[in-house]
Nanobody
Framework: VQLVESGGGLVQPGGSLRLSCAAS????????MGWHRQAPGKQREFVAT???????SYADSVKGRSTLSRDNAKNTIYLQMNSLKTEDTAVYYC???????????WGQGTQVTVSS
């Protein structure tokens, strides 16, 4: 499975951004897709996932401010992030979730910077 992210950039606090991740390859090997992020000097952390059936899960840090959706026809997921905070600044990585629940593949990452 190959994952290609897009949509990162610079945004002011309180602004919005939408990240996209397109998957290709052996998609039958995965049950879902999602996002992790890694801020400078910190460990990579879970952000959100969505399964084939459309069930979503969010980290508390983004819950209520973010919406993860999918377009099955395009094999693409979208992370809409609103009310962005400076602490949301990080490299965001798209992930593929295997049927066993492990994160089997990673994208190259896209930078999100929240700053005035």
């Amino acid at each position: 499975v190959q994952l290609v992210e897009s949509g990162g950039g610079l945004v002011q606090p309180g602004g919005s951004l939408r990240l996209s991740c397109a998957a290709s390859g052996s998609l039958g090997s995965i049950n879902g897709m999602g996002w992790h992020r890694q801020a400078p000097g910190k460990q990579r952390e879970f952000v959100a996932t969505i399964t084939r059936s459309g069930s979503t899960s969010y980290a508390d840090s983004v819950k209520g401010r973010s919406t993860l959706s999918r377009d099955n026809a395009k094999n693409t997921i979208y992370l809409q992030m609103n009310s962005l905070k400076t602490e949301d600044t990080a490299v965001y990585y798209c992930t593929a979730v295997s049927w066993s629940g492990s994160y089997s593949e990673w994208g190259q990452g896209t930078q999100v910077t929240v700053s005035s």
